[in-house]
């Protein structure tokens, strides 16, 4: 895909690569070396941004032993975890780059296809996306399958188009990075905020790679909260359903009440009618404290939001200009 209006690119760039980690201990140094290895002829200068989301391990110990050895490396801790997403955030708040290449630190997104990005960035490309594709003759997941019905969900409900199996492993310009710090919302959902900059985007497939150490952070209610961000941060699609389902259980509630009188009035009504009359009871009751949760979440993100917190709180930086 060609811009319509050329873009330069500065000459020997900074390219800051954004890494947020929780509990890596056993990849921090691995990832060190080989992004050093993989971008040792990339005539680009380099900065590899550790954000520590508050790891109980030792994290904090493996990054500043790496310090020592590689100039490249700087850090963010936060004081606690404040989840992946804030952690990206705070890593694009404090990257210098001309581009920023975001990745997760268990060497699943190889640092070797790092360049790829780059090149694509110096032809002119704004957003450099990836998307996953598994081991030849794998089956997917159930965490696989869950994440394709979300992207599904997900374009349904939302004007945002995501493309599935598409990663948390992107290039982005200067620019889009700017637009991005400057949204103040505190539910993050950087899959769909980035798409909704508008920016212009390409997409590579490339092949993941195998754990490195540890194991992964991203369980099912993980998942589920970052599901959740993202559609009622991007659609209010749920509270017009509601508006729907009310309309048509009202409907019911005629149509079944006409019912009940003509038989009533053809004598064709035996017993009580105590069966009839619970299974409407938690029809309706079921539909009221769904319509209940629904709201009552968009209250809660509307609460939380207007109490202006800061997205994440850093406890220490090393290598990074205080500000």
């Not at 201990?25 to 080989?34: N, P």
């Not at 404090?94 to 032809?123: C, K, N, Y």
Request: proline share 5%.
């Amino acid at each position: 895909m060609n811009s319509l209006v050329p873009k330069t690119r500065p000459d020997n760039p900074l390219v800051s690569i954004v890494v947020p980690v929780l509990n890596e201990e056993g990849c921090v140094a691995e990832l060190a070396r080989r992004v050093a290895s993989a971008l040792a002829n990339a005539n680009t200068r380099y900065e590899l941004l550790f954000v520590d989301d508050g790891s109980t391990d030792g994290t904090a110990l493996a990054i500043a032993e790496t310090r020592k050895t590689d100039p490249a490396v700087k850090t963010i801790r936060f004081t606690r975890s404040f989840g992946h997403q804030a952690a990206l955030a705070a890593g694009l708040d404090r990257a210098s780059g001309d581009a920023v290449v975001i990745m997760d630190g268990d060497l699943q997104h190889p640092p070797e296809f790092i360049p790829t990005l780059i090149s694509a960035w110096l032809e002119g490309i704004d957003v450099v996306n990836t998307i996953r594709q598994p081991p030849a003759g794998s089956r997917p997941d159930s965490k696989e399958l869950l994440g394709r019905a979300f992207y599904r969900v997900m374009s349904a409900l939302t004007p945002i188009s995501i493309t599935p199996a598409a990663a948390d492993f992107r290039l982005l310009d200067r620019r889009v990075v700017d637009a991005f710090n400057a949204l103040e919302e505190r539910f993050i959902f950087a899959r769909g905020l980035i798409p909704w900059l508008g920016f212009e985007e390409v997409y590579f497939d490339y092949a993941v790679g195998e754990r490195f150490a540890g194991r992964s952070k991203y369980q099912f209610w993980s998942m589920l909260r970052l599901a959740l961000d993202g559609i009622f941060s991007f659609s209010v699609v749920p509270l017009r359903l509601i508006a729907l389902l009310g309309f048509g259980t009202t409907l019911f509630g005629i149509g079944f009440g006409i019912f009940s009188l003509i038989a009533y009035w053809a004598g064709n009504v035996d017993g009580t009618g105590w069966t009839t009359l619970v299974v409407l009871i938690l029809i309706f009751g079921g539909i009221q404290m769904l319509s209940i949760g629904i709201v009552s979440e968009y209250i809660g993100r509307t609460y939380e939001e207007v109490k202006r917190r800061p997205r994440y709180v850093i406890d220490s930086t090393a290598g990074l200009d205080q500000r």
